[in-house]
């Protein structure tokens, strides 16, 4: 299932125009190639597109874009100036398919997924490298926050916007220089 771009997608897209110019980037949980597609027209000099899906493989690879089937960064390799992920970062909510959930659902509680990225970006960038995320008021924080903390991980709110009722935030993170 390709994930149309909605709210969340566009104040990340926001954010990666701004920075990619020059940069190498990965584009993770890639779906329609929005954030993929923002970086190449604002200037980067590679994107690599990363989903689990291959169906969006196939899609990415149709458009012209570089894309490869990976579950977060197993298949990956090099390193990358410029990581953007919009996760799924909802809770499982059981009324859902496996079809919707592998788009929305970041794990029992929501935040699962993003923790298990935020463990292994750091091997995949290049030194003073940038993450961006998007999270959800309803995305839990405090093992997020832990992970950033032990990985030595400075973060900013960089976007704000409220969706109905939920709030979305992009942050920028970086190692601590
Ligand atoms: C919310 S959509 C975001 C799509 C797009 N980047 C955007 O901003 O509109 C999340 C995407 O992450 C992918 N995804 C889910 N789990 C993943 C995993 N473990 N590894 C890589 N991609 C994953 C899904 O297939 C889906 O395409």
């Known amino acids: 299932m390709i994930y149309e771009p909605r709210e969340d997608s566009y104040l990340l897209e926001k954010e990666v125009r701004l920075l990619a110019k020059g940069l190498h980037v990965l584009d993770m949980g ?76 970041g794990g029992e509680k929501g935040d699962e997924l993003l923790v298990i990225f935020l463990g292994e970006v750091g091997n995949y960038l290049e030194k003073e490298g940038i993450v961006l995320i998007v999270l959800s008021s309803l995305t839990p924080r405090a093992r997020i926050l832990n992970v950033l903390k032990e990985k030595d991980f400075a973060w900013k709110v960089v976007a704000k916007k409220k969706v109905f009722m939920e709030k979305l935030e992009v942050w920028r993170i970086r190692e601590k220089i």
């Open 30 to 105: 890639a779906a329609s190639g929005i954030q993929a597609e923002a970086a190449l027209d604002a200037g980067a000099e590679r994107v690599l597109c990363v989903d689990i899906q291959e169906d969006v493989v196939v899609y990415l690879k149709k458009k012209g874009l570089n894309a490869i089937k990976s579950d977060l960064f197993s298949n990956v390799q090099g390193r990358f100036d410029l990581i953007c992920f919009n996760p799924p970062y909802l809770p499982f909510d059981k009324r859902e398919d496996k079809y919707s959930e592998v788009i929305t659902s």
